[in-house]
C-alpha cells in the first residue's frame, strides 16, 4: 500500500509541477482579480490520493479476543501441537494487544461536482482503502529450565485486514474566489462499507487463520475469510477545507482535507468515531476544454 501511494502521490505531484509554470508564470493580478463566477462554475470530475488516518477504535476488533479468536485455534490439539513442536514447551495465552492502531493507508477516489454561479456545489466523493492492523500478542511457556522468577515469555505477530469503500454527499461552499485560486468549505452525509478480508496469527514460522467458523460441518482447519462477510455498512456525517488551484483553462488541483465522524459496522465497535483525510486532487473542467 505504501508503494501505491509513493506512485499516485508521484503522478499527481509530477502533474502539477509540470502545469504549474505556465499557470503560475501569468501576470501578479490574475491571482488577486476578483472572478465573476464564470471561471469556476458548471461540472467538476476529479481524481485524488489521500493519506487516510483511521481511527484505531475498531482496530482492537482484529486483537484475537472476539469474534475471530486465538483460544479458538489453539484449543485445536493438531495445531496446538505444532506450535508446541516449535516453542519445544507446552504454553499458553498470557496477554492479547488492548491498543491495536491502523497503519497509515493511501485512500483512492474520483470527485464529481457542479458548482453555481454563487460559489455553491453539489458534491459527491467515492474512495477505496485497504486497511491493515498489526500487532503482537504473548505466550507463556512452560519452561521447567527457567530459574528465575519471571516467566518464559514468547511474543507471536496477529493481525487483520479490511477493505473500504466510502463515499461522501453534500455541499460545498467556495470563498475567495479570483481566476486563479480560492478557499472552500464543505460537508454533509458519509458512508463506509468495510469486510475483513484476513485475520491470522504468526507464531515463529507458523501461520493460522482465526477467521470465525461460520458451519460446524467444516473442520475449522479448513474455515478462511472467503467462509463468511464480516463487516458491513454504516453512516455518519463529513466537514472539510482546502484550495483550488487553477493550472490551466482546463485543469485544477485541490489540496485538502476532510474529517468524518461515522460508524464502522464490526461487531462490538460500531460507535461513531473521527477518521481523517488529507489529500491532493487534480481536477478536470471538461466545459472550459471545450472553448
Request: proline content about 3%.
Amino acid at each position: 500500500m505504501k508503494r501505491t501511494l509513493t506512485t499516485w502521490g508521484a503522478i499527481l505531484l509530477g502533474a502539477l509541477l509540470l502545469s504549474a509554470p505556465q499557470a503560475w508564470a501569468q501576470e501578479e493580478d490574475e491571482w488577486t482579480e476578483e472572478a465573476t463566477g464564470e471561471e469556476w462554475q458548471g461540472w467538476f470530475f476529479g481524481a485524488d490520493v489521500g493519506a487516510f488516518f483511521a481511527n484505531k477504535h475498531s482496530a482492537n476488533y482484529h486483537n484475537g479476543t472476539g469474534q475471530n479468536n486465538v483460544q479458538r485455534i489453539l484449543d485445536i490439539p493438531t495445531f496446538y501441537n505444532q506450535i508446541k513442536e516449535v516453542l519445544l514447551f507446552d504454553f499458553e495465552v498470557y496477554e492479547y494487544p488492548q491498543d491495536m492502531r491502523y497503519n497509515l493507508t493511501a485512500l483512492i477516489g474520483l470527485h464529481l461536482r457542479h458548482t453555481f454561479s454563487s460559489g455553491t456545489s453539489i458534491i459527491s466523493d467515492i474512495g477505496f482503502a485497504n486497511m491493515r492492523a498489526v500487532d503482537r500478542f504473548t505466550l507463556i511457556l512452560e519452561d521447567p529450565s527457567n530459574p528465575f522468577v519471571d516467566p518464559t515469555l514468547e511474543t507471536a505477530d496477529i493481525y487483520g485486514e479490511e477493505k473500504r469503500f466510502m463515499f461522501n454527499i453534500g455541499l460545498r461552499q467556495d470563498f475567495n474566489r479570483t481566476e486563479k485560486i480560492q478557499t472552500y468549505l464543505e460537508g454533509g452525509l458519509t458512508g463506509t462499507s468495510v469486510r475483513v478480508t484476513r485475520a491470522e496469527i504468526l507464531i515463529r514460522n507458523l501461520t493460522y487463520s482465526i477467521v470465525n467458523p461460520v458451519d460446524p460441518n467444516i473442520p475449522i482447519s479448513q474455515q478462511n475469510i472467503q467462509n463468511q462477510v464480516q463487516g458491513g455498512f454504516g453512516m455518519g456525517y463529513f466537514a472539510g477545507g482546502g484550495m483550488q488551484f487553477k493550472l490551466k483553462d482546463n485543469l485544477g488541483a485541490n489540496i485538502g482535507a476532510t474529517g468524518s465522524m461515522e460508524k464502522i459496522d464490526l461487531s462490538g465497535f460500531d460507535e461513531h468515531k473521527l477518521h481523517v483525510n488529507a489529500y491532493i486532487r487534480l481536477i478536470f473542467i471538461p466545459g472550459q476544454a471545450a472553448e
